[in-house]
């Protein structure tokens, strides 16, 4: 196991991301060019319950090409519910 610093890749603005986020939840948009000898990563927040095995969510990378990074789940249902479509300063895909 390797621990890496939490830092910002060189010539990304920090504070515009300070911003929008946190620090540990920005970094998470820079894993890519951060853990380039990493195949593939899993993040999610420490308020997320699995309710089946993770093995489940990290069988979806084999169904992945090589044109392909990123998977996404919809934050919330419930629209009343949702941060990102109530709160977001930012762009983020679909509704939810």
């Excluded at 830092?7 to 504070?15: A, N, Q, S």
């Excluded at 939840?25 to 899993?42: E, G, M, N, Q, T």
């Excluded at 392909?68 to 300063?89: C, I, S």
């Amino acid at each position: 196991m390797k621990l890496n610093p939490a830092v910002y890749p060189v010539g990304v603005h920090d504070k515009t991301w300070r911003n929008l986020f946190r620090k540990c939840a920005s970094i998470r948009l820079f894993l890519p060019s951060l853990l380039k000898y990493v195949d593939s990563v899993i993040y999610v927040d420490t308020d997320v319950l699995f309710l089946a095995p993770l093995d489940e969510l990290w069988s979806h990378f084999k169904h992945m090409n090589a044109s392909q990074m990123v998977a996404l789940a919809p934050e919330h249902e419930d629209p009343a519910t949702g941060w990102y479509n109530r709160f977001a300063k930012h762009p983020y895909y679909g509704k939810l």
